[in-house]
């Protein structure tokens, strides 16, 4: 009986590690345009990937000239999306993208990334 008590007891563990890690925070995956990236001016879209669904978020993209978009949206078709549409054309020169979201575990995450326009 004692090997099937240990044997009960790993898988039990194992599970529980399990849990843990799939209740992790949600992460960031990737993103668009990628950090360090350089653009054209015709980009149109700043967008942010996680590894679970994002419940809400909020986006600030900001460029030499100022603030270019502060609405962002979770995607329909993709609820681990979060996106921002960008004022166009866009002017040369580095710009910051800060982000804020709710992850369907109730968590909020905040990050930023930066690009370039050419």
């Known amino acids: 009986m004692r090997p099937r008590l240990a044997a009960v007891l790993a898988v039990t563990a194992l599970a529980g590690t399990g849990a843990a890690v799939a209740g992790a925070d949600t992460q960031a995956a990737r ?16 967008t942010i ?36 549409t960008l004022k166009r054309p866009l002017a040369e020169g580095r710009y910051r993208v800060t982000w804020r979201i709710k992850a369907v575990d109730g968590h909020t995450q905040r990050g930023s990334w930066s690009f370039r326009v050419r």
């Open 31 to 46: 993103t668009y345009p990628a950090d360090g990236a350089t653009v054209s001016e015709r980009t149109s879209k700043a």
């Open 49 to 84: 990937t996680f590894g679970q669904i994002v419940r809400s978020g909020t986006m600030t993209v900001r460029g030499p000239r100022g603030v270019v978009s502060r609405k962002a949206r979770v995607s329909s078709r993709d609820r681990r999306k979060l996106y921002a």
